[in-house]
């Protein structure tokens, strides 16, 4: 099987990490989540390495895909 991976850091701790799953969705989707749960943290943050990481996340990113993973609405 073979393992999609997307290159990020952490702004708030200057950390670089992998995120890995089995599919580049599921990584984007999991990038969405780590993010979302900062979006009331000014100044804190994950972002993507490789722009076209961040290319393919502005086409993901949808209300659908916000809904789906966790979004909130309100």
Same mark, same amino acid.
Request: a negative charge; proline letters at 1%; charged letters at 25%.
């Given at each position: 099987? #073979?393992?999609?991976?997307?290159?990020?850091?952490n702004?708030? #701790?200057?950390?670089?990490?992998?995120? =890995?799953?089995e599919?580049?969705? =599921?990584?984007?989707?999991?990038?969405?989540?780590? $993010?979302?749960?900062? #979006?009331?943290?000014? &100044?804190?943050?994950?972002?993507?390495?490789?722009?076209?990481?961040?290319e393919?996340?502005?086409? +993901?990113?949808s209300? =659908?895909?916000?809904?789906? $993973? &966790? &979004?909130?609405? +309100?």
């Open positions: 099987m #073979k393992i999609e991976t997307i290159k990020t850091i702004y708030d #701790k200057k950390a670089f990490f992998t995120i =890995e799953a599919t580049y969705d =599921e990584c984007l989707a999991i990038f969405f989540k780590l $993010n979302n749960q900062l #979006k009331y943290c000014n &100044g804190h943050s994950y972002s993507f390495i490789d722009p076209k990481d961040q393919q996340y502005s086409k +993901w990113f209300v =659908e895909n916000y809904i789906n $993973n &966790g &979004g909130d609405m +309100w």
